[in-house]
């Protein structure tokens, strides 16, 4: 370890103090770790994949060259401004500890549950689409027919392979996270290479994946357009885990805030390249929105069936490396949270594993929730086979609105507190965006509340009874319990500093 | 006509995220730590 980097490690140690904090986790990660996390998270290989047939369906090719590009503008206005209180306020708790000293506690807790809820269905639906993928493939491979309970089956591996490597430390997925990052971008490049070189009849002029007008639903254009936006805006979803896991990353004031914007770029530029390929390879667009998984029969269509379907092995494990982190970011936001006592049975969420430095516990409640989500799913199916939302809609429109209603709350909060005055220019940290903050969180906000909406009507009216009976209990949560018990991150700030320092020596020996 | 207004808005992406990327780190290279204070609400 050089000098330097002891240094400044120890810089950000006094800085985690200074909330009230000990130095709990392993601090590790560089730069590039932390950008490696969101951009596994954000995964162009599970979202804009996993959903192609949704957009497609929907929004026609169109919705490639417009729609993708087009969230990917607001999106990266919601990233700047979540960058920006990242930097101002670097602890792991995130959108969480930023609501409560920017607002109060109780908002606090309201924003923790409902990024809870978001991450159960970012975390669900990330490996349901890896089992989506996995089981057809390994079907053809054992000769049985893939069907919703081997789904649900390989989906139970895919999380318990998660939860395990989770357990056993930072430093092994800080490493999977890094391959995971340039594999992504090296699977996209033997996509785009492949597509552009080997597809079976050519591919079609650029100009087709700016077509409107076509969609293959029931619905008027302009209105499916707008529903297969959720292709896009759940694919952009997850980059928060910069944040979550800045009590793990050196220097976090510069570096996580940049993890968290520059994953958002780069996911919008590779993403984007790789739409327009695999779009331009179609060759029948009708066919392809009506198979039962889009992107499987768009590429095999494309490149034969033994090409196709070494690729999409390919594609299948860049999925599987995104679920890695994002249990990752899930269970530090857990562990943030019932550190301050925000949970039923806190304490044991926010224990940390001594052997491994990791928040344990909490790894396997995010590995267990997720999977409650999905056999709830499964469930329903088997009372009513009627239901045609798929479960990976239903699981992307939930963590869609859960977490962007979670990243909007905080930015609400900081224009409410700089209007007041309470929220000055000597509070933000190194990276800022300075007079055009508040411009950017404002128009950051419509486009949240723009897209909450979007996400939970008809067809995806499931999503948001879901969420509203979510909702629901949390407000019982709070008035019968949390409301007079919970004392959010404000507790730890009179933690005296001997009481730190012996937490951090007792995790050391 | 759809082509253009396409490339045009993806131009307008990258030019924003561009601007951002200046922006923010000309104000890290700007940044005094003797001005900074803890927001502790």
């Known amino acids: ?41 954000i995964s162009i290989l599970t979202g804009a994949v996993s959903l192609y047939g949704h957009g497609l369906l929907y929004g026609g090719p169109g919705m490639m060259g417009f729609g993708w590009p087009l969230v990917a503008l607001f999106v990266i206005l919601v990233a700047a401004s979540m960058a920006e209180l990242a930097s101002a306020i670097p602890t792991a708790g995130a959108l969480y500890h930023w609501a409560s000293l920017l607002g109060n506690k109780r908002w606090g807790w309201y924003t923790a549950w409902i990024n809870l ?13 890896v089992a989506l993928f996995a089981d057809p493939l390994l079907a053809s491979v054992f000769g049985y027919t893939s069907n919703d309970t081997t789904i649900l089956i390989v989906f139970a591996v895919i999380l ?20 995971s990052a340039w594999y992504h971008i090296i699977i996209v490049a033997v996509l785009v290479v492949s597509l552009a070189f080997f597809t079976n009849s050519g591919l079609k002029p650029l100009d087709y994946i700016f077509q409107v007008g076509q969609t293959f639903s029931d619905k008027p254009y302009a209105f499916a357009f707008l529903i297969g936006l959720l292709q896009a805006q759940w694919t952009f979803t997850g980059y928060d885990a910069s944040a979550h896991t800045i009590e793990e990353t050196i220097n976090p004031r510069i570096r996580a805030p940049w993890g968290i914007f ?27 929105a009506g198979a039962s998984n889009a992107f499987i029969y768009v590429i095999t269509e494309a490149l034969g069936g033994t090409f196709g379907n070494i690729l999409l092995w390919l594609v299948t494990l860049a999925m599987w490396f995104c679920g890695l982190s994002s249990i990752t970011s899930f269970s530090r936001m857990m562990y943030a949270f019932s550190r301050d006592k925000g949970m039923p049975f806190s304490k044991q969420w926010a224990e940390i594993s001594r052997k491994f430095r990791t928040p344990a516990k909490a790894i396997w409640l995010a590995v267990i929730l997720s999977f409650i989500l999905a056999a709830i799913d499964y469930i329903l199916k088997l009372i009513n086979p009627d239901n045609t939302v798929g479960t990976i809609v239903f699981m992307t429109a939930i963590s869609v609105v859960g977490l962007y209603v979670a990243y909007g709350i905080p930015m609400l909060l900081r224009l409410v507190a700089q209007a007041k005055g309470k929220f000055q220019p000597k509070h933000l940290g190194p990276w800022n965006l300075g007079k055009y903050g508040r411009l950017i969180n404002v128009i950051s906000l419509l486009w949240i509340i723009f897209i909450s909406v979007l996400m939970v009507i008809p067809p995806n009216q499931n999503a948001g009874y879901a969420l509203i009976g979510m909702f629901v209990l949390l407000i019982l949560m ?22 730190i320092l012996k937490r951090e020596k007792e995790l050391e020996s | ?30 940044y005094d730590e003797k001005n900074h204070e803890n927001f502790l609400s």
Request: aromatic share 10%; with cysteine.
């Open chain 1, 262 to 288: 520059t994953s958002v770029a780069y996911s919008f530029v590779f993403g984007f390249i790789m739409l327009v390929f695999v779009t331009l390879s179609i060759q029948d667009a009708g066919a392809a």
């Open chain 1, 117 to 129: 809820i978001g991450q159960i269905g970012i975390v669900a639906g990330i490996d349901y689409s």
């Open chain 1, 478 to 499: 709070d008035l019968l319990y949390y409301n007079k018990h919970f004392e959010g991150p404000q507790a730890a700030l009179k933690t005296s500093m001997k009481e």
């Open chain 2, 1 to 30: 006509m759809n082509l253009i207004l396409g490339i045009l808005l993806v131009i307008l992406t990258c030019a924003v995220i561009l601007g951002i990327v200046l922006l923010a780190n000309r104000n890290i290279r700007n």
């Open chain 1, 160 to 179: 318990l392979s998660h939860g395990i490597l989770n357990h056993v430390g930072i430093k092994l997925v800080a490493k999977f996270n890094d391959i």
């Open chain 1, 1 to 41: 370890m050089s000098q330097v980097s002891e240094q400044q490690r120890l810089e950000d140690k006094k800085d985690l103090n200074r909330f009230g904090y000990a130095q709990e986790l392993l601090r590790s990660m560089g730069g590039f770790s932390n950008f490696a996390i969101s951009f596994s998270v």
